[in-house]
């Protein structure tokens, strides 16, 4: 299971930290990723580490303002989020890949949290 929470309102250009207490099997290899979704569109990829070596993958609009990070003693994954935006708002959910190569594409993630709400307003 996996539990996102952090979420909240907050104006442009403040920032948030999302957190996503991982819980099950700590195998090596696989990672994390947090994928966001705003009213009417589709899922999209936000950033992911992998759990063993802590490589990461960011969307590129998010690079420079977004951090993720994990707590392997806390078995806790973390976005930190700088500078928001009106854009950023939606959902934000955290969710676990089995495999060792990070990807992108939220099909590939096995486990799902229940989401977070992030309102950016302007």
């Known amino acids: 299971q996996l539990q996102a929470c952090g979420g909240g309102l907050v104006q442009a250009g403040d920032s948030l930290t999302l957190v996503c207490a991982v819980s099950?099997?700590?195998?090596?290899?696989?990672?994390m990723g947090w994928f966001r979704q705003a009213p009417g569109k589709e899922r999209e990829f936000v950033a992911a580490?992998?759990?063993?070596?802590?490589?990461?993958l960011y969307r590129d609009s998010m690079k420079g303002r977004f951090l993720i990070s994990r707590d392997r003693a806390k078995n806790t994954v973390y976005l930190q989020m700088n500078n928001l935006k009106p854009e950023d708002t939606g959902v934000y959910y955290c969710?676990?890949?089995?495999?060792?190569?990070?990807?992108?594409?939220?099909?590939?993630?096995?486990?799902w949290g229940q989401g977070t709400l992030v309102t950016v307003s302007s």
């Open positions: 969710a676990r890949s089995r495999l060792e190569v990070i990807t992108t594409i939220p099909e590939r993630y096995n486990f």
């Open positions: 099950g099997g700590m195998f090596s290899s696989f990672h």
């Open positions: 580490i992998h759990w063993r070596n802590g490589n990461t």
